[in-house]
């Protein structure tokens, strides 16, 4: 199995802070990476796929990058609706593997 | 516009088998290329894959489920299906089914005598 290592496991920042979040594999899986949001008693959300690829509807302040086996999430401009948990997914073999999530708190 | 919503048993005995059905609405689970999943994941931890089905019936589990994990689809009635048998406590679980952009809303499926 492909591992996602997800750090940090969790984050405290404030409204307007930069923030980035990492998702590391443990072998190559070129771009197929997504990214997704989950906030308490909802269903993930994507936000980017194909590693970099904004998905429809999401504000621009959130982006991602990479690929092989090292990649971001970056949310440019923290606004209070971002405060939820993240996790990336990578569907490049099976099985397909999350990341454990990264928290992001209110500081 | 696509949407997906589970439906099944919200309690399950230990031993027996889980089964949920995801509906989808607005489309039609025959057309374009779609993989339909399944994912679950217990209350306060992460998420995990546990398998998909694609159109044309081919089926991909985690092997960590595999053995118990059978994900079927009925393109006449437009649902695809989860079983899992032999349950414990460990599966329980909210259970979504997904095509990774789309998403339930999830089940709340608890194994319990």
């Known amino acids: 199995d492909i591992q996602m290592t997800q750090s940090p496991s969790s984050l405290s920042a404030s409204v307007g802070d930069r923030v980035t979040i990492t998702c590391r594999a443990s072998q190559g899986i070129r771009n197929d990476l997504g990214w997704y949001q989950q906030k308490p008693g909802k269903a993930p959300k994507r936000l980017i796929y194909?590693?970099?690829s904004l998905q429809s509807g999401v504000p621009s302040r959130f982006s991602g990058s990479g690929s092989g086996t090292e990649f971001t999430l970056t949310i440019s401009s923290l606004q209070p609706e971002d405060f939820a948990t993240y996790y990336c997914?990578?569907?490049?073999?099976?099985?397909?593997?999350f990341g454990q999530g990264t928290k992001l708190e209110i500081k | 516009q696509v949407q997906l919503q589970e439906s099944g048993p919200g309690l399950v005995k230990p031993s027996q088998t889980l089964s949920l059905t995801c509906t989808v609405s607005?489309?039609?689970?025959?057309?374009?290329?779609?993989?339909w999943s399944w994912i679950r994941q217990p209350a306060g931890k992460g998420l995990e894959w546990i398998g998909r089905?694609?159109?044309?019936?081919?089926?991909n589990y985690n092997p960590s489920l595999k053995s118990r994990v059978t994900i079927s689809v009925d393109t006449s009635k437009n649902q695809f299906s989860l079983k899992l048998s032999s349950v414990t406590a460990a599966d329980t679980a909210v259970y979504y089914c997904a095509t990774y952009d789309l998403w339930g809303r999830g089940t709340l499926v608890t194994v319990s005598s």
């Open positions: 089905i694609y159109t044309s019936g081919s089926t």
């Open positions: 607005g489309g039609s689970i025959s057309s374009g290329s779609y993989y």
């Open positions: 194909a590693a970099s």
């Open positions: 997914l990578q569907h490049n073999s099976y099985p397909h593997t």
